[in-house]
């Protein structure tokens, strides 16, 4: 897909981590008059008609920028492990700060060379983590309540994000493994990279030093 002019158009993942990005674009000076959060229009443009960005859900993020349709996309890690994307990851914005975690209860015993029952949002982040640590698992892929699994013995233990850890607190679950930090990056197109490197460099630049 060919970039047709100057603008730069950054998506962003719909909820928490985009409410977080436009509160440091405001920090940066780029102004959204017609934002709000309790706005329905997915498309905003600010004051000075040099940057747009558009909303989408998480997985997506890096398929508009692979594609060209977005130049700059912010979205978090897990997302772009269990979601890979032909794109530049430029910087760790330090933003949505949490950890991909193996949990279940407390008493839960990881035998090694015995299966495991895991369910999961991101199998393909636990595929890899068991993979690598020569555990035998199978999969569950749940897309919500993840912590309901265990509790009613879908499955030995879950793999999710933990942030508080309050979630698996109020359902009797502790965090058994830690498996990697998760925060949200800035990725780029590669094509738009060489073409509008005078309008990108400037934004990475200016959230690199926020995000010290």
Known sequence: MTLQNDKIKMALAKGRVANKTIDRLKEIGYVFPDYSKESRKLIFTDSTG???????????????VEKGAADIGIVGRDV??????????????????CRMC????????????????????????????????????????????????????????????????????ENG????????????????NHVSLKTKREQIDPIVEKFKELAI
């Open 173 to 188: 679950l502790v965090v058994l493994r830690s498996i990697l930090d998760i925060s949200s990056r800035l990725i780029v």
């Open 80 to 97: 772009l492990l269990e979601h890979p994307a032909d794109v530049y990851e430029l910087l760790n914005l330090k933003i949505g700060q």
């Open 50 to 64: 040099s940057l747009e960005f558009f909303l989408v859900k998480s997985p997506d993020v890096g398929t508009y």
């Open 102 to 169: 193996v949990a279940g209860f407390k008493d839960t015993q990881i035998r090694y060379n015995q299966k495991l029952t895991v369910g999961t949002k991101y199998p393909h982040i636990a595929k890899r983590y068991f993979t690598q640590i020569d555990q035998p698992v199978d999969l569950i892929t749940i897309n919500g309540s993840v912590e309901l699994g265990p509790i009613l013995g879908l499955c030995d233990c879950i793999v999710d994000i933990v942030e508080s850890g309050n979630t698996l607190r």
